[in-house]
């Protein structure tokens, strides 16, 4: 009994040489064939900032080795640049909070308005109007400058639109 079960094992293991050499010779092996994206893929949204649940609720279709990469990488450069916009202005607000705190209205007053000329340039720029992206506020006891930051040209939300049109 022991000695049929070797032979067994050996004539499997010549069998599955012989079956790789001849398929490594031949080159009839086609390779793994491309996975069709399963279409549950779920998109980060481009037409409003990112909320704390929509990267939870993005999903990717699958790859034979994880993820659709494309997929991955459009989604951490539209979270990236979520992410410097929503800092830039986190900055511009405490900074007109120290100065209402240090009791100068002036200052959070002009870096106020400026705060709201950069949103409205931005709100026509995404409209389609060439608008200046920096915003100088006249001195008013200190030098105060804010510049809202114009994005990269890569760096802007991440889209399969073509270059060049804007969202609704």
């Known amino acids: 009994m022991g000695q049929v079960l070797l032979l067994l094992v050996v004539a499997l293991t010549v069998a599955a040489v012989v079956f790789g050499v001849t398929v490594l010779v031949t080159g009839r092996d086609p390779g793994l064939a491309p996975v069709e994206p399963d279409g549950r893929a779920v998109p980060l949204p481009v037409s409003r900032p990112l909320r704390e649940s929509d990267v939870g609720d993005a999903?990717?279709?699958?790859?034979?080795?994880?993820?659709?990469?494309?997929?991955?990488?459009?989604?951490?450069?539209?979270?990236?640049?979520?992410?410097?916009?929503?800092?830039?202005?986190?900055?511009?607000?405490?900074?007109?909070?120290?100065?209402?705190?240090?009791?100068?209205?002036?200052?959070?007053?002009?870096?106020?308005?400026?705060?709201?000329?950069?949103a409205a340039a931005a709100a026509e720029q995404a409209a389609g109007a060439d608008a200046p992206t920096t915003a100088a506020v006249p001195a008013t006891g200190a030098d105060l400058t804010v510049t809202a930051a114009a994005p990269e040209a890569g760096d802007r939300e991440p889209t399969d639109r073509p270059v060049g049109s804007e969202p609704a």
């Open 59 to 118: 999903r990717f279709d699958t790859a034979p080795r994880g993820y659709r990469m494309s997929q991955v990488d459009q989604a951490m450069r539209r979270a990236a640049y979520d992410i410097g916009y929503k800092s830039e202005l986190i900055g511009v607000l405490e900074a007109e909070v120290t100065a209402l705190r240090e009791g100068r209205a002036a200052d959070a007053d002009a870096l106020r308005h400026t705060r709201e000329q950069a």
